[in-house]
């Protein structure tokens, strides 16, 4: 299925929204954006400076312009020619509520409605929609969003197969790199692989087995080099040598059975807190907090333009 090719409606313009407004004005899209918040024009133009030039070191696409953006206080207006939404409201039911109704009556029958929400459940936005629930799905993005590919899709349970096909293509469009989570669950998919690494590094910390800046080197300079390049799971294969996972699997798999076993439930108390955040300040001491964002960036689009060129990567 192609992408919609109409306008873009962005609902909610803080740090994702201005990355998905930023991200779409790149591929050469008209966007149209809204929000309430007093200063929230200013504030985007203002981001969407911030966010360009590595935009442009990516390569922009034919047709792209910030000038391509309008800025409406006016919801119904925001929306009411768009070929897709992306809502990235506050992460309250309350709000959600009132503005899910609100785009419901306001955006045309056949356009998708999707959620950057992070950990609310599609089926729950759908029942907030009387009239077309069945164009409403989340994509669910990582910030930074106008550089990170990564993008969850997820259908509530009146989804139609239409609007999931036609965020794919959409996001697709984008240089996003879209996943289809094909359950519905707390935090989605890749959330919750984040929450069983903290969990056993928060677990780690609380023992003493290790301190807060040993965990962030054993990932930083361990297996996070090879998860950004193929994944935890194709890198056991590559670790099975030409056996690949089933070989891994015979061999390593009750010894693995056994680590995964050994994983202590924890809990996030008040004390845990306070050691996990005196934990980073030591480990920052010294550094400057600003040169490291742009430096991280800066590797990060170096990395992302090394696995453009490549061919054999899944």
């Given at each position: 299925?192609?992408?919609?090719?109409?306008?873009?409606?962005?609902?909610?313009?803080g740090?994702?929204?201005?990355?998905?407004?930023?991200?779409?004005?790149?591929?050469?899209?008209?966007?149209?954006?809204?929000?309430?918040?007093?200063?929230?024009?200013?504030?985007?133009?203002?981001?969407?400076?911030?966010?360009?030039?590595?935009?442009?070191?990516?390569?922009?696409?034919?047709?792209?312009?910030?000038?391509?953006?309008?800025?409406t206080?006016?919801?119904?207006?925001?929306?009411?020619?768009?070929?897709?939404?992306?809502?990235?409201?506050?992460?309250?039911?309350?709000?959600?509520?009132?503005?899910?109704?609100?785009?419901?009556?306001?955006?045309?029958?056949?356009?998708?409605?999707?959620?950057?929400?992070?950990?609310?459940?599609?089926?729950?936005?759908?029942?907030?929609?009387?009239?077309?629930?069945?164009?409403?799905?989340?994509?669910?993005?990582?910030?930074?969003?106008?550089?990170?590919?990564?993008?969850?899709?997820?259908?509530?349970?009146?989804?139609?197969?239409?609007a999931?096909?036609?965020?794919?293509?959409?996001?697709?469009?984008?240089?996003?790199?879209?996943i289809?989570?094909?359950?519905e669950?707390?935090?989605?998919?890749?959330?919750?692989?984040?929450?069983a690494?903290?969990?056993?590094?928060?677990?780690?910390?609380?023992?003493?087995?290790?301190?807060?800046?040993?965990?962030?080197?054993?990932?930083?300079?361990?297996?996070?080099?090879?998860?950004?390049?193929?994944?935890?799971?194709?890198?056991?294969?590559?670790?099975?040598?030409?056996?690949?996972?089933?070989?891994?699997?015979?061999?390593?798999?009750?010894?693995?059975?056994?680590?995964?076993?050994?994983?202590?439930?924890?809990?996030?108390?008040?004390?845990?807190?306070?050691?996990?955040?005196?934990?980073?300040?030591?480990?920052?001491?010294?550094?400057?907090?600003?040169?490291?964002?742009?430096?991280?960036?800066?590797?990060?689009?170096?990395?992302?333009?090394?696995?453009?060129?490549?061919?054999?990567?899944?």
């Open positions: 299925m192609t992408a919609p090719r109409g306008p873009v409606a962005v609902v909610g313009t740090v994702i929204g201005t990355g998905w407004v930023a991200l779409a004005l790149a591929h050469g899209r008209e966007v149209t954006a809204h929000d309430p918040a007093p200063g929230a024009e200013e504030r985007l133009r203002s981001g969407l400076e911030t966010l360009w030039p590595a935009l442009v070191r990516l390569g922009l696409a034919e047709g792209s312009s910030q000038e391509r953006l309008t800025f206080d006016d919801l119904e207006e925001a929306v009411a020619q768009a070929s897709f939404v992306q809502e990235n409201g506050p992460e309250r039911i309350d709000l959600k509520q009132d503005l899910f109704a609100a785009l419901d009556r306001a955006t045309p029958a056949g356009t998708v409605i999707a959620s950057s929400s992070s950990g609310l459940e599609p089926s729950l936005l759908q029942e907030m929609c009387e009239e077309h629930p069945e164009r409403v799905l989340v994509g669910h993005p990582f910030h930074p969003v106008h550089l990170i590919p990564l993008v969850e899709v997820v259908p509530g349970g009146r989804t139609s197969e239409q999931v096909t036609g965020a794919t293509a959409f996001y697709r469009e984008l240089g996003k790199r879209p289809h989570v094909r359950q669950l707390p935090g989605h998919v890749t959330n919750r692989l984040q929450a690494l903290w969990k056993e590094a928060y677990s780690l910390v609380e023992r003493g087995a290790a301190t807060v800046a040993d965990i962030d080197a054993a990932i930083a300079y361990g297996p996070g080099l090879r998860w950004a390049l193929l994944g935890p799971l194709v890198g056991q294969h590559l670790s099975g040598g030409p056996g690949g996972m089933a070989h891994l699997l015979r061999h390593l798999g009750p010894p693995a059975q056994a680590w995964m076993d050994d994983l202590r439930p924890v809990r996030l108390t008040d004390e845990l807190a306070a050691r996990l955040v005196a934990g980073v300040d030591d480990e920052l001491t010294g550094i400057d907090q600003a040169a490291m964002v742009a430096e991280r960036d800066d590797l990060l689009l170096t990395l992302l333009e090394q696995k453009r060129s490549r061919t054999a990567l899944p």
